[in-house]
Structure formats: structure tokens, C-alpha cells
């Protein structure tokens, strides 16, 4: 996910920027914290955490967007319209803009999937 800056929420008041590709120490000052991953426009569902036996969370900040998938619809993308282009066929001009709708969903209709809090 190098492509969106993730910022944690927690308790709704205190925010921690996680760095691209590093681990992030959050020391929690109570127990029942709740924690939520934001990038600006889409936000997880909240989670709380309540210490039982193990005082240490390994959470993952999960994209439904990762950087192969973002990678691999922009060379789609790439090869079908220039087919298209080459070719002069119509139908692989229009197909090439399928990867553009499907982050279009992903990003702006289905908000809810995708940022997600992961256990490691």
C-alpha cells in the first residue's frame, strides 16, 4: 500500500502515522482501547482491544487494492489499449478501461472493504 498514507485513530483522539513497510509500536495507556486505520476517506470498522492474557496485538492494515493488484491492472490497462490502438479494434480499447472501473468500485462504491484490521 505505498500508493495511500494509513493513519491510526485511537480512542478517537490520538493519531499515529504508520510509515510505509515498518512496524509500529503503539503503547496503549488503559485497557478497552478502540482502534480504527484511516487513509482521509475510507476508515475501518472499529476494533477494541481488551488485554485477557497477552498484552501484545499483532495487527496488519489489509488494502483491497495492494501494490501487485495496482500494478497489474495499470500493465492490463497498458497492453490491451495499445492492442487496441494497433489493431483498430474497438473491443480492446474498451476493455482496457476495466481495471479503471474496478479500482473505481473498490475506491469510491465498496468503502467499507476496503481498508480492513487484520490479526497477524
Known amino acids: 500500500m505505498n500508493y495511500l498514507n494509513i493513519r491510526i485513530i ?5 493519531i499515529h502515522t504508520l510509515p510505509k513497510n515498518k512496524p509500529v509500536l503503539i503503547v496503549l495507556s488503559k485497557n478497552n482501547a478502540n482502534l480504527v486505520a484511516t ?8 476494533l477494541e482491544l481488551v488485554y485477557h492474557s497477552a498484552n501484545t496485538y499483532h495487527l496488519k492494515v489489509v488494502c483491497a487494492i495492494d501494490d501487485n493488484l495496482l500494478s497489474t491492472g495499470a500493465v492490463l490497462l497498458v497492453i490491451l489499449f495499445v492492442v487496441g490502438i494497433i489493431s483498430d479494434i474497438l473491443f480492446f480499447r474498451v476493455l482496457s478501461f476495466i481495471p479503471i472501473f474496478y479500482f ?5 462504491v465498496n ?3 476496503f481498508l480492513q484490521l487484520k490479526a497477524e
Open 39 to 46: 487513509d482521509g476517506f475510507h476508515i475501518t470498522e472499529p
Open 10 to 14: 485511537l480512542n478517537g483522539k490520538e
Open 111 to 113: 468503502k467499507k472493504n
Open 104 to 108: 473505481l468500485f473498490y475506491y469510491y
